[in-house]
């Protein structure tokens, strides 16, 4: 199982802007960020094939956030702009060895929060 050491996060009022990185112990096939608020069920936010660079965006952070990798330092990053209060949440950095799918995931960070006040 990979290590996942996750930074950043914070409050802010909305429109503003905040990021977070996740650092892995390894090199995995695909790293990214899932949320989960309060009395909700967890939702992909953001994926990142670490090989390619290809992405894929949950609909409802399409245009505001941003994910990223250094593949030297096993690390993502997750940038988020025109926060809202919706996207208050615990955010988890997440990893899979093979594949890039909820499903895949076999490791999981620490989990973040992110408030955002209106």
């Known amino acids: 199982q990979v290590q996942l050491v996750e930074s950043g996060g914070g409050s802010v009022q909305a429109g503003g802007s905040l990021s977070l990185s996740c650092a892995a112990s390894t090199t995995t096939e695909c790293m990214g960020w899932l949320r989960q608020a309060p009395g909700k069920e967890r939702k992909e936010v953001a994926m990142?094939?670490?090989?390619?660079?290809?992405?894929w965006y949950g609909d409802s952070v399409k245009g505001r956030f941003t994910i990223s990798r250094d593949n030297a330092k096993n690390t993502v990053y997750l940038q988020m702009n025109s926060l809202k209060p919706e996207d208050t949440a615990t955010y988890y950095c997440?990893?899979?060895?093979?594949?890039?799918?909820?499903?895949?995931?076999?490791?999981w960070g620490q989990g973040t929060q992110v408030t955002v006040s209106s």
């Open positions: 997440a990893a899979a060895a093979y594949g890039c799918g909820e499903g895949d995931i076999d490791s």
């Open positions: 990142i094939v670490t090989r390619t660079g290809a992405t």
